[in-house]
Structures are given as structure tokens and as C-alpha cells.
DNA sequence: TTGACATATTCCGTAACGGGAATATGATTC
DNA sequence: GAATCATATTCCCGTTACGGAATATGTCAA
């Protein structure tokens, strides 16, 4: 099995540096196509794929005016990345995290590594 | 150009579903690979693959410990992660991006309706 | 040693990926 | 209509991904 597509969920689509800078672009304020090429100085092919793969999977908004389309970045399809990350928040800060792992680890020792009479 | 490969930044090896699932697995304590085998049923040789791209990345630290080999999430490393989506909570919550959005909506509305067929 | 257990690596096959170039679609103006 | 501007799609290419199966390495025990 290959990896997965890019258009499969959030976390795929973020993997591609220029893709987070194309939202990080679009978030402050809707944008044309092409002004995205001058910013970020892609090819305008290469920012229309980009804008396709983010839109599958919503992480930006599309609105047409007259000749140009107008993107913008749909944040809130971030959250869940977000929250992701934030699961590990007490495990790389704060004392909770410390503890907890402190006393699993202790359990661990009991548990797991006496299942089979192991030494060490 | 193809993808950027997994092991280069924790973008790319996050965006494998199952490397997530090691990374909470991992979390609270450290782990034999056995264990990640058995617990989130996953062919051996895949584990140790994941497991050495999350190791590249500094996602994961490891420490042998006679014939087994214990892994434990290093959260650290996931900090940039959650620090880049960070930049847009306010944009998904919070007044600015309200605010800036409807003032935006606002604007649209008001070209729309003025000039119905101009240059641009 | 030899054998078992635990983990890692290699090789194979299929399936994207992302860039570049060319081309296609869409909308506006003349 | 035709020409033009703005964006999207298609095709080709070299690279990488991940899974499965087989095999290699490493550690302990008898």
C-alpha cells in the first residue's frame, strides 16, 4: 500500500511545506489565484494543484468574481490537527505529565515485565 | 518533484495514520515493540519501519533494554506541530477573525451590489 | 555452540506525489 | 465573433511511500 493521498484528510494535506505557506497566506484575508503566485513565487500550475488538493479536503474556500477565483483559508478544518497535538501538551510540559508517566512506568515494571518471568 | 520524504520533518511522519497511533500508544509510557505489535495489531516489520521514521524525526527516543528494544514518545517534537496550527486558532475563535471576516462579507456585499459589471 | 526470542533490514510490487510544459476551460472586453 | 486575461487540467517523469514476505542482526539461555 502506498501512502496515502494527499486529498485523504488534513494531516496529508499539511505535509507539503508550500501548502502551508499558500494558508498561511490566505488566512488574514481572501486572495486571488495569481496573487498567490507573486507572493509565494510558485508557478501558477503548481499554486492551482496546491489550491485543489487544500480544497478537497477544506482546508481553504473558493469564491469566483469575474475572472478570478478567490480563495481563502477554512481554519477551522486546522482544529482538529490542533487537538491532535494538544494531547501531547502534558507530556512535553507541567507536572501532570511527570507523574502519570512516572507511576505507569512503575506499573509497567510490575506488570508486563513479570508476565513472563523475565529478568530485568 | 516527488513528496517530501517521511523522515524529513514531523509534518511528513505525522501524516501517516498509524505512526500517529504509535506516537499516543507511546505516550504515556515506554513500550516494547512487542507490545505496539500486539496492542494495535500491526505486522512486526511494519512497527520497526514506523518506528525508525519516527526515530528520524526525533519523534520517538528509544533505549535497548536486553533483547527488547523500549520506545517512549518524545512530545517535544510535536510542539511545532501544535505551535503552527496554533497561528490560526484565532482565526477559527476568537473576535479578529470575526471581526475581519465580517468586515470582509461586508465589503463583498457592497461591490456586489454597487458595481454590477465593472473592471477590475 | 546451538537454539529461542526480539527486532531490524532488504527486496518486491503497486500507487501516489509534485514539478514542468503544454493545453484546456472560463470570463471579459473589443 | 476574436483576442485576452485568469485559472484549471492533463501528460510525462523520476522519486518515494507503504505493505508483505523473507531474511538478517542481536541478545540471552542451556
Redesign the pocket.
Known amino acids: 500500500?502506498?501512502?496515502?493521498?494527499?486529498?485523504?484528510d488534513a494531516f496529508?494535506a499539511v505535509?507539503?511545506p508550500?501548502?502551508r505557506e499558500i494558508l498561511e497566506f490566505l488566512a488574514p484575508q481572501e486572495r486571488?489565484?495569481?496573487?498567490v503566485?507573486a507572493e509565494l513565487r510558485?508557478?501558477?500550475?503548481?499554486?492551482?494543484?496546491?489550491?485543489?488538493?487544500l480544497l478537497d479536503v477544506g482546508l481553504v474556500q473558493?469564491r469566483?468574481e469575474?475572472?478570478?477565483?478567490?480563495?481563502r483559508t477554512n481554519a477551522k478544518a486546522l482544529q482538529p490537527l490542533h487537538e491532535w497535538a494538544s494531547r501531547f501538551e502534558r507530556y512535553w510540559r507541567g507536572q501532570l505529565g511527570r507523574v502519570k508517566e512516572r507511576a505507569e512506568e512503575q506499573e509497567r515494571r510490575t506488570n508486563e515485565t513479570t508476565k513472563?518471568g523475565r529478568?530485568?
Open positions: 500500500m502506498p501512502r496515502a493521498t494527499t486529498t485523504s496529508n505535509a507539503e508550500r501548502r486571488a489565484v495569481n496573487d503566485v510558485l508557478a501558477q500550475p503548481s499554486v492551482s494543484k496546491h489550491l485543489r488538493v473558493m469566483r469575474g475572472r478570478q477565483v478567490l480563495y513472563k529478568k530485568r
